[in-house]
């Protein structure tokens, strides 16, 4: 079966980090795009990040550009968002997801996690 389960959500002061994980099973990331995105209340689904776990290539948008980073470990087939410097903003749910994607487009994502929540206090 495969499965995405993200952990690291919670509550943090603005300016303060956290560290998402996101551990797959069931399949391998080495083959995949994994991106994560987020959703706060009454609003549309944003794409954050992703990375190409083959090359390692990395997209930000400009809403996280210079305070979120991506990364990932195969052995572990597990991918991370450090997110720094946070602000009350950031607060959403936070999904990663998996597929054969070459951005933060949703649609191209197959499988996705159940969410974390982050909730940034000003």
């Not at 990395?58 to 410097?85: C, E, P, Q, W």
């Not at 649609?107 to 996690?113: C, M």
Request: hydrophobic share 35%.
């Amino acid at each position: 079966e495969v499965q995405l389960v993200e952990s690291g959500g919670g509550l943090v002061q603005a300016g303060g980090s956290l560290r998402l994980s996101c551990a797959a099973s069931g399949f391998r990331f080495v083959n995949y795009a994994v991106g994560w995105f987020r959703q706060a209340p009454g609003q549309e689904r944003e794409g954050v990040s992703c990375i190409n776990t083959k090359d390692n290539s990395t997209t930000y948008s400009d809403s996280v550009k210079g305070r979120f980073t991506i990364s990932s470990d195969n052995a572990k087939n597990t991918v991370y968002l450090h997110m720094n410097s946070l602000k009350p903003e950031d607060t959403a749910v936070y999904y990663c997801a998996a597929g054969q994607a070459v951005g933060v487009e949703a649609a191209e994502y197959d499988y996705w996690g159940q969410g974390a929540q982050v909730t940034v206090s000003s």
